[in-house]
């Protein structure tokens, strides 16, 4: 079965750390870039982080820039997301996604989602 | 980083009827040189992760059914649903990828009347 499901979400404090994972399954999972996705409550669809299939290539959204790193292990089919200093306003959802694209620099849309893991911060 | 709208936020469509999205980047996201539209249509379902439905603007993803189709260029898009079905109940997000960071609109929430 074709699918990426993520773990690691909770309820933390304010400047505290989470370990987000993003398990692949059904698809060679290190010809592809992952993307994370986050959504914060009742609300829309904001890009985080990627890397590229082989683990070069990571981005960031300005917010989480010296924050959050990424990265993936590709003999655990697993990719990362360290995420430090957490703040209230990283709440949500994350979801991690697939990259439509093998191999190369990635296409940058995505066609595999998973459901999410729920990350809240607060005090 | 190119700001991405929808209008409506949201619609109410009868069933069997069209519905169309509208989505405008704040810049072109036309390549030129390849004569690509750099957007991608997403529906988000209640409680389900989004999927997507067409990429470069107007190709469908596979397994998309052919009543979703999508048109546009340079800065203006738009996705439509031909007859709507009641599982295409959804909000419906559009995102370009030409320039990182790649960027949504707010989603346009698509109901029944």
Redesign the interface.
């Known amino acids: 079965q074709v699918q990426l499901v993520e773990s690691g979400g909770g309820v933390v404090r304010p400047g505290t750390s989470l370990r987000l994972s993003c398990v692949g399954s059904g698809f060679t999972f290190r010809g592809y870039g992952i993307h994370w ?1 986050r959504q914060a409550p009742g609300k ?4 985080v982080a990627s890397l590229a299939h082989d683990g070069s290539n990571k ?1 960031y ?2 917010t989480v820039k010296g924050r959050f790193i990424v990265s993936r292990d590709n003999s655990k089919n697993t990719v990362y997301l360290e995420m430090n200093g957490l703040r209230p306003e990283d709440t949500g959802v994350y ?1 991690c ?1 697939k990259d ?1 694209t093998v191999y190369g620099e990635g ?5 595999l ?4 893991t729920l990350v809240s911060v607060s005090s | 980083d190119i700001v991405m709208t929808q209008s409506p936020d949201s619609l109410g469509v009868s069933l069997g009827e069209r519905a169309t999205i509208n989505c405008k980047s704040s810049q072109n996201i036309l390549y030129s040189s390849r004569n690509q539209n ?1 957007l ?1 249509w ?1 529906q988000q379902k209640p409680g ?5 439905l067409i ?1 470069w603007a107007s190709t469908r ?1 596979s397994g998309v059914p052919d009543r979703f189709s999508g048109s546009g260029s340079g800065t203006d898009f738009t996705l439509t649903i031909s007859s709507l079905q009641a599982e295409d109940v959804a909000v419906y ?1 559009c ?1 370009q ?1 030409y320039i ?8 346009t929430k698509v109901d029944v009347k």
């Open positions: 996705v829309g669809l904001e890009w981005r959204v300005d979801h996604a439509e296409a940058w849309y995505f066609d989602w998973g459901r999410g | 750099y991608a997403y389900q992760p989004p999927k997507l990429y993803a997000y995102q990828y990182p960071p790649v960027t949504f609109g707010p989603g």
